[in-house]
């Protein structure tokens, strides 16, 4: 339990896999704007990846373009214009008109003020003539077009919704206003207020909607008749582009919709209109049976149908010219705004930075009336926050797994099957899921963890270089740099060589010899020799005195290890004969070695305590090399292999077997091998010869023929007088032949020194 704990709060792939993904899902809370606005630019992108989606028909535009300014004159128009377009629209058939332009002030006219001072004028001279007066009144009434505006809309066979806009602020409207022109221009709207907000528990303590400073309504002469005024207001995010729409405001104690519900009302016929808020804020609108979604606060995500020019544009020039075919109107609702230069109200959008406001509206009366919404449910966060555990988790699983590049490639798969995942939900169930999030977890936590195992690589470069620069040769350690999963530091079971070399008598020399003279003889025995070691990618275990110990097969794997330590012995000899001869010429002693090598199942490893440990090999097959090091003294041989490495070599070496042995403290008897040369090696005639006699003398040996066994090792040592093995035999057959073993005998000599 302890050791989970400290490992929980060290650096290790563990811990900063959990403290990345704590990380993000804190950002992910708590909101981060750069993030957050690098998620709606990925936002704007899954429009523009979705493509043209085609509206409903229930929907055009009239709009005071280019051609309308070029045959009716700039704008503003005078405003019996727009109750010509009104009745032109009523009269085909238009079921609602919106409208986005705001008639706000009177219109000043020239004509209607001459025919003020005129009636004034009449008065003042007190000329009573009733035929004047009507005169009069009736060239005010067709001079006067704010009335013949009203009278349009209020005659018009369509439902007229009329725009305005709120003040969200006082410092948005650069002044203060009395209150009482606030609450006057609330009484004008305050007809089409939202008829009913349902709370489906008690009020809420917090207020759910939008609040506004003021309202900048139409005059009272067109707000009374038209049949309902809507708010044309656009939330603005941070980027500038329009992505929302509040579906209500609050001004005074009243809730009220925009334009874009208004009309789809009107189309819809009317039904019953409420807000529905729950818990937690605003759920949505309920308009009969259609439902439309919003945020907590009351918003409408915009589902953007497509670039300016989705919806069916018509020129009011060409309409108040008559040149637009009948029944284009028909059952529509028509929505008048603006889009020529200079004009139009410009909004950017995900799909265009100049897009008509109106077509903004339009697009939001399209979603209500074909139910086609972007929304963000409440078990969206719940999905982004598993999205942004679950990435990082199985990143910070799978790196350590498969290494930096393969990791690489998971983590640019795992990216493409979120945005996949997240764009396909946009696309076709129109559900908004954060990509950035996620995506930043997983790009940080392969950062970080990429990062980290660089860092400890370089610190594992570091260790296996300090450990094995005196052990190994500069190559292997290269190849234990470059691959270091071949590197096994723990304690495991391999089958491995290990050689061991002494120097015979070197000892007495401490007689004659310094100590500083001995230490220089030992440093240049012992450089020649490691060199030999290390050509054939041996590992230095270590020097003790006069000894030296390599094992071969490890740290690296080598499955050749046998081969490269006889090897290595063969040219540990020979540069040993060569450093004999200069030696000689300086008057150094000779130089005689002692070499045993043997393979086998040994454990291989890091071995020592925590307060000191140290590579290297342990097992009865080490010990086993040890003694065939020291049975060569008794046989009269430079170099000793067990049965084990015999086998391993016999193709590539040339072998004589010398003896069965039973060394000190171990019970199983050992086949011994004189290691003589590589195979191939042209051998003098009479050591081949001597070769022949002594396995033949060996065979008759075992067999306990004595007398012949003896005649063939003397005719061996006849030969080759130098042979120790010859030699050795032939006194033991001696001795057997006083003294012979039991009847039951095997063969085996037991060693009785090590």
């Known amino acids: 339990m302890r050791g989970s704990f400290q490992s929980f709060f060290s650096i290790n792939p563990v811990s900063l896999t959990l403290g990345t993904v704590l990380l993000v899902v804190m950002l992910f809370l708590s909101g981060i704007s750069l993030l957050d606005l690098i998620e709606l630019k990925t936002y704007d992108l899954r429009f523009l990846s979705r493509g043209h989606v085609p509206p409903s028909s229930a929907v055009v535009m009239a709009l005071i373009d280019e051609k309308s300014l070029d045959t009716e004159g ?87 919704v009329l725009g305005y806009f709120f003040y969200m602020s006082q410092a948005e409207l650069g002044y203060q206003v009395e209150q009482s022109k606030i609450d006057q221009q609330l009484k004008r709207i305050r007809a089409s207020k939202y008829p009913f907000v349902i709370y489906e528990e008690q009020p809420l303590d917090f207020a759910p909607f939008f609040r506004a400073y003021a309202p900048e309504s139409n005059l009272e002469i067109f707000t009374e008749s038209a049949k309902s005024s809507g708010y044309f207001n656009l939330r603005v995010d941070q980027d500038g582009v329009v992505r929302w729409m509040p579906l209500m ?60 020019k989705t919806f069916p544009h018509f020129s009011i020039g060409d309409i108040l010219k008559d040149r637009v075919p009948k029944g284009t109107f028909t059952d529509k609702i028509v929505l008048v705004g603006a889009t020529a230069i200079g004009t139009q109200d410009a909004k950017n959008t995900p799909f265009s930075p100049v897009h008509p406001g109106v077509e903004v509206h339009a697009t939001v009366i399209d979603n209500i009336l074909t139910q086609n919404f972007i929304t963000k449910p409440k078990w969206s966060k719940i999905y982004d926050l598993l999205a942004i555990v679950s990435l990082g988790v199985l990143m910070g699983v799978v790196l350590p797994r498969i290494g930096a590049f393969k990791g690489l490639l998971f983590a640019v798969g795992l990216f493409l099957l979120h945005i996949f995942m997240a ?74 060589t290990v050689l061991f070399s002494d120097l015979q008598g070197f000892t007495s020399y401490s007689e004659r010899y310094a100590p ?66 200069e030696w000689a010429k300086i008057g150094r002693p000779p130089l005689v070695a002692r070499t045993g090598i043997n393979s086998g199942l040994m454990l291989v490893g890091n071995l020592g305590s925590k307060y000191r440990f140290q590579y290297g090999v342990l097992g009865d097959h080490v010990n086993l090399g040890s003694r065939l090091e020291g049975l060569n003294k008794a046989y009269g041989t430079e170099i000793l292999i067990g049965e084990n490495t015999a086998q391993l070599v016999e193709k590539s070496f040339l072998l ?31 050591q081949e010869k001597a070769l022949n006699f002594y396995a033949s ?58």
């Open 74 to 160: 700039r704008w503003p128009w005078p405003r019996f214009k727009i109750a010509a377009l009104v009745d032109l629209l009523s009269q085909d058939g238009a079921k609602v008109i919106g409208f986005d332009i705001g008639f706000l002030e009177p219109e000043e006219s020239l004509q209607l003020a001459f025919i003020h001072r005129l009636g004034q004028k009449v008065d003042a001279l007190g000329i009573q003539n009733p035929q004047l007066t009507d005169f009069i009144n009736e060239s005010r009434t067709y001079a006067d077009s704010d009335l013949i505006l009203a009278n349009a809309i209020k005659n018009s066979s369509a439902a007229v």
């Open 516 to 581: 500083h003279e001995m230490i220089e003889l030992l440093s240049e025995y012992y450089a020649r020799m490691t060199e030999q070691i290390f050509a054939y990618r041996g590992m230095l275990k270590e020097y003790v005195g006069d000894e030296l110990m390599a094992i071969f097969g490890a740290p690296l794997e080598q499955t050749d290890h046998a081969e490269r330590a006889c090897a290595a012995a063969l040219a540990m000899r020979e540069h040993r004969n060569m450093l004999r001869e």
């Open 249 to 308: 405001i609050q001004g005074g104690e009243e809730v009220f919709p925009p334009l874009a519900v208004l009309c789809a009302w009107h189309y819809l016929g009317k039904p019953q209109l409420m807000v529905k808020v729950g818990r937690y804020g605003v759920e949505g609108v309920q308009m009969g049976k259609r439902f439309i979604p919003t945020e907590e606060n009351g918003e409408l995500l915009i589902n953007y149908l497509g670039p300016p």
């Open 656 to 686: 004589r077997e010398v003896d069965l042995v039973k060394v000190v403290g171990r019970e199983q008897p050992v086949r011994i091998y004189e290691l003589l040369a590589r195979s191939g090696t042209s051998l003098p005639g009479e």
């Open 697 to 754: 003398g060996l065979e008759a040996y075992r067999h306990q023929f004595w007398d012949e066994a003896l005649e063939l090792f003397r005719q061996s040592l006849v030969l080759w007088s130098g042979d120790g093995p010859s030699r050795t035999m032939a006194e033991r057959c001696q001795i057997y032949q006083k003294e012979p073993p039991p009847k039951e005998w095997d063969g085996v000599f037991e060693a009785a020194h090590k």
């Open 423 to 496: 764009r396909w939900l946009f696309v076709h169930s129109g559900v908004w899921l954060n990509i950035v999030y996620p995506l930043l977890v997983l790009s940080v936590n392969y950062t970080v963890l990429t990062a980290y195992y660089y860092v400890t690589e370089e610190r594992e470069r570091k260790k296996i270089k300090e450990a094995f620069m005196h052990y190994v040769a500069p190559t292997v350690i290269e190849e234990m740099l470059k691959e270091p999963e071949r590197l096994k530091l723990g304690g495991e079971e391999k089958i491995l």
